[in-house]
Structures are given as structure tokens and as C-alpha cells.
Nanobody
Framework: QVQLVESGGGLVQAGGSLRLSCAAS????????MGWFRQAPGKEREFVAA????????SYSDSAKGRFTISRVYTKNTMYLQMNSLKPEDTAVYYC???????????????????WGQGTQVTVSS
């Protein structure tokens, strides 16, 4: 099993920035990809970004491109999501996730991911 713990959420004004962190522990050697999803009230869980753990390959949703940056510190088993130019529509619970195997075409499907954190709330005020 892999355990994921997010931190860094909070309340920020529109135009501001936040950095989310996700620390992975347990059977991390099996993890090939890590990522972020978010879920706003009454909406489905939505893919935000992903990173291939060994190669550093990146994928972003259209809403995240140009504003969010996903990164990882390989030796610390920690992943980050730097969020800039935040908008009220970015308000959601943000979840860290990890997968042993997930195709690029499957990154947007929550069912393709194996492990989930508990989530951290991000609220952007207008």
C-alpha cells in the first residue's frame, strides 16, 4: 500500500498563489505516476495535473496549463502543485493520487488511479 498526505491548502484571494504538497510513504517503489485531482461541491472529480515519477514527464488539464506547475523531489517522495493566478473557480478539495500503471489516455479517469490522499481544501475568494 501507498499512503499519501496532502498539505498546503487554504484561503487565498483571486490572483494569489498557493503551493500544495503531497508526501508519499509505504510501497512507493511501485508508483510510476503521481497526480492531482480536484472536486468542487456538486461536481465530479476533475484531473488537474500528473507527473511520471521516474522520467518527470508532465501532463496538465487545459484549466491548469500556464497557471499551475507540478513537480516532485524524487529523493523525498514528495510532489508539489504550485498554483498561481488563482481564480474563484479553482475552489475545490484537491486530492493527491498515485498509480502503479496508468496510460496517458487514462490520466483523466479517477478510476485509473490506485491510491488517494484525504484531500486539502483550496478556497479562492473574489
Amino acid at each position: 500500500q501507498v499512503q499519501l498526505v496532502e498539505s498546503g491548502g487554504g484561503l487565498v484571494q483571486a490572483g494569489g498563489s498557493l503551493r500544495l504538497s503531497c508526501a508519499a510513504s509505504g510501497r512507493t517503489f511501485s508508483v510510476y505516476t503521481m497526480g492531482w485531482f480536484r472536486q468542487a461541491p456538486g461536481k465530479e472529480r476533475e484531473f488537474v495535473a500528473a507527473i511520471r515519477w521516474n522520467t518527470g514527464g508532465l501532463s496538465y488539464s487545459d484549466s491548469a496549463k500556464g497557471r499551475f506547475t507540478i513537480s516532485r523531489v524524487y529523493t523525498k517522495n514528495t510532489m508539489y502543485l504550485q498554483m498561481n493566478s488563482l481564480k474563484p473557480e479553482d475552489t475545490a478539495v484537491y486530492y493527491c493520487t498515485a498509480a502503479d500503471r496508468v496510460l496517458t489516455s487514462e490520466l483523466g479517469d479517477p478510476n485509473s488511479w490506485n491510491y488517494w490522499g484525504q484531500g486539502t481544501q483550496v478556497t479562492v475568494s473574489s
